[in-house]
């Protein structure tokens, strides 16, 4: 009888013991998730157009490169000021050692990632767009970047900020991107104060704060009060030639209100790590592609409304908010600008 019951407790305890191996093969649990791999199985790079000491766009996506490697534990690594030209090379650098998802901090990369993935079938590629792109490889990741929707909260607060009726926006290349936020800014201006005016100028660089400076004494000059900025490095310009006058901007990316505390309303304020983090989730969960979105509320969000007269820093607000819920559709317009 003894005898017996030792047999059956050594079967149930070997059978216990199988049960167990079983579930750790089958990624029971750890950050590895449903693909049964660990993080020691995945290594993340970054492919920045700029250097990440900008304080503005590159410097977000060196960001959300700590945060990957925070939260999930895996190896990481970045080149900066990266053209496009040379970024084929530096991706393939980073694929012959070993790294296995490979970001490009920019839309003007996707080229390249079109062209490496079906090439390196084994390695996940994460490309940054303005929106969903049909038929991209079985191994991308798209993560589109809704910027206009943003720029829309951007456009009420100046037109209820504005005190001369003129508002003015700063930008660098023509891009779909800012097409569209232009486009969104005045559907926001029209919406919120119709009687105000809205003046645009493309100055050919987002990084050339000399141009951009000419550009905003030059709408300075002509009466606008409100400047909206779209440019990266020319911000600094922007900045330059609205300090001792009487004219508010907002800018994107990074709050830079410390540059000018009295000249600033807001910032449209953008945290790369949150959709990041969710492509690098699914990614070790076994998902080679898809899409993320990046939106008012998912990675955007407004800094605080400030030197502006009591009551638009709540109805600001209530329209990001409004946006973020999707109670609020706005039509992305990208191919010219509208009357």
């Known amino acids: 009888m003894v005898a017996a019951l030792k047999k059956r407790s050594a079967g149930v305890a070997a059978l216990l013991t199988a049960a167990l191996l079983l579930l750790a093969a089958c990624g029971g649990g750890g950050q590895g998730g449903g693909s049964g791999e660990t993080p020691a199985d995945f290594k993340f790079a970054m492919i920045l157009p700029g250097t990440v000491e900008d304080a503005d766009y590159n410097f977000v996506g060196y960001e959300a490169i700590q945060d990957v490697e925070k939260t999930f534990g895996i190896a990481t690594s970045y080149q900066e000021r ?7 090379r530096v991706a393939r650098g980073f694929i012959n050692d070993g790294y296995n998802i490979i970001a490009f901090h920019g839309g003007q990369f996707l080229t390249t990632v ?5 090439e390196f079938p084994d390695v996940t590629f994460i490309a940054e767009t303005a ?3 049909p038929d ?21 607060l100046a037109a209820h900020a504005t ?11 023509e891009l779909p991107d800012f097409i569209a936020s232009i486009n969104a800014i005045k559907e926001a201006v029209a919406a919120e104060n119709p009687g105000v005016e809205v003046v645009y100028t493309f100055v050919g660089d987002q990084n050339d704060p000399v141009k951009a400076r000419q550009a905003a004494e030059a709408q300075i000059n002509a009466g606008v009060d409100v400047i909206i900025l779209v440019v990266n490095l020319g911000a600094f310009g922007v900045i330059e030639a609205a300090q001792g006058k009487p004219v508010l901007l907002t800018t994107y990316y990074t709050d830079k209100s410390d540059l000018a505390p009295d000249n600033f309303a807001s910032s449209l304020l953008l945290d790369f790590g949150v959709p990041y983090k969710a492509v690098i ?3 070790m969960d076994g998902e080679r592609s898809g899409y993320e979105e990046m939106r008012p509320g998912n990675g955007m969000s407004l800094a605080p409304v400030t030197n502006v007269a009591e009551g638009i820093e709540e109805r600001i607000q209530e329209i990001f908010d409004q946006i973020a819920s999707r109670e609020l559709q706005l039509e992305e317009k990208a191919d010219a600008i509208i009357d």
């Open 82 to 88: 990266v053209a496009p030209a040379d970024a084929e």
């Open 114 to 118: 079109t062209k490496l993935a079906p």
């Open 131 to 133: 929106g969903e792109i």
């Open 136 to 156: 991209l490889p079985d191994n991308v990741w798209n993560i589109g970047r809704k910027f206009y929707e943003g720029f829309y909260a951007l456009g009420a």
């Open 163 to 173: 005190q001369s009726g003129k508002i003015g926006i700063v930008v660098g290349i």
């Open 281 to 283: 989730s699914r990614i």
